[in-house]
């Protein structure tokens, strides 16, 4: 089993920037293809991006692609997610996820993670 603890949230002004993490702990981190979405109030949870577990694969979704940038630090045991030019619609809890995985791909569908931290909060005024 393992843990996994975000932080780096917060508020921030549209055409900004923020760096979320991603902390794991309990088993090896890298048995683990990782990845990140997102759920803002009233909508359902949505898939942002993902890692397999050397960090030789990546994934962002459309609407973060060329802003959103995900990444692992195996020897850290954290994943990160680096948002840069921030939109109001941006704004959500942001929920790092695990997937024990045998091979080198990632995932993009949550219902395949079998883990969760308890999410940050990522707000963007305009």
């Known amino acids: 089993q393992v843990q996994l603890v975000e932080s780096g949230g917060g508020l921030v002004q549209a055409g900004g920037s923020l760096r979320l993490s991603c902390a794991a702990s309990g088993r090896t981190f890298s048995s683990y293809a990782m990845g990140w979405f997102r759920q803002a109030p009233g909508k359902e949870r949505e898939f942002v991006a993902a890692?397999?577990?050397?960090?030789?694969?990546?994934r962002s979704a459309d609407s973060v692609k060329g802003r959103f940038t995900i990444s692992r630090d195996n020897a850290k045991n954290t994943v990160y997610l680096q948002m840069n030019s921030l939109k109001p619609e941006d704004t959500a809890g942001y929920y790092c996820?695990?997937?024990?995985?045998?091979?080198?791909?990632?995932?993009?569908?949550?219902?395949?993670?079998?883990?969760w931290g308890q999410g940050t909060q990522v707000t963007v005024s305009s």
């Open positions: 890692i397999s577990r050397s960090g030789g694969g990546t």
């Open positions: 996820a695990a997937r024990e995985a045998s091979g080198p791909g990632y995932y993009t569908r949550f219902a395949l993670y079998d883990y």
